[in-house]
T-cell receptor, first 111, second 113 residues
């Protein structure tokens, strides 16, 4: 079975630009969560979506937004990029409980 | 504010050694505690512990949840170089309407031949 997939793998942007990251969950999983992992730290929760509705939001500014589509895939959008947004962005899918399975991540570099 | 703390920050051992990694937490609405192994990018799921399942074992790895002490340990016996990785502890909070994981900073384990 295919695991969680994310695209793109790497991304380089400049300050002020906007970025969209994509995630496809494991087949049959209806919940998708997004995490930001800065180098040397543990992942930090950004959003959780379940059945296309936002079910949780972490302590991130409004520049961060997300949505989930009818096929349960998800997009994370970040506007007005700052240098501090450089990180590994991880998507995790879940069948509905607390067990979450992570994708390979998108490495975002903001110059 | 929910908080998860892991210790030690890093650890260097030799193959065959046994290691114990620690995780303590202070959270509201505790639901579960999870351990992950992160080698390059994606954290790989190891265990999930809950009030109804406080001890898990898989091969050389085992984990125990102490709800009284608000902590957990991850034991790795007969370590191998392939065990070298960052081990992440995460606590699941929330309810059926939504849940999230709060992660600790991780323990970096290096196993030397």
């Amino acid at each position: 079975d295919a695991g969680v997939t994310q695209s793109p793998t790497h991304l380089i942007k400049t300050r002020g630009q906007q970025v969209t990251l994509r995630c496809s969950p494991i087949s049959g999983h209806k919940s998708v969560s997004w995490y930001q992992q800065v180098l040397g730290q543990g992942p930090q929760f950004i959003f959780q979506y379940y059945e296309k509705e936002e079910r949780g939001r972490g302590n991130f500014p409004d520049r961060f937004s997300a949505r989930q589509f009818p096929n349960y895939s998800s997009e994370l959008n970040v506007n007005a990029l700052l240098l501090g947004d450089s990180a590994l962005y991880l998507c995790a899918s879940s069948p509905g409980g607390y067990e979450q399975f992570f994708g390979p991540g998108t490495r975002l570099t903001v110059l | 504010e929910d908080k998860v703390v892991q210790s030690p920050l890093s650890l260097v051992v030799h193959e065959g050694d046994t290691v114990t990694l620690n995780c303590s937490y202070e959270v509201t609405n505790f639901r579960s505690l999870l351990w992950y192994k992160q080698e390059k990018k994606a954290p790989t799921f190891l265990f999930m512990l809950t009030s109804s399942g406080i001890e898990k074992k898989s091969g050389r790895l085992s984990s125990i949840l102490d709800k009284k002490e608000l902590s957990s340990i991850l034991n790795i016996t007969a370590t191998q170089t392939g065990d070298s990785a960052i081990y992440l502890c995460a606590v699941g909070t929330g309810n059926n309407a939504g849940n999230m994981l709060t992660f600790g900073g991780g323990t970096r384990l290096m196993v030397k031949p």
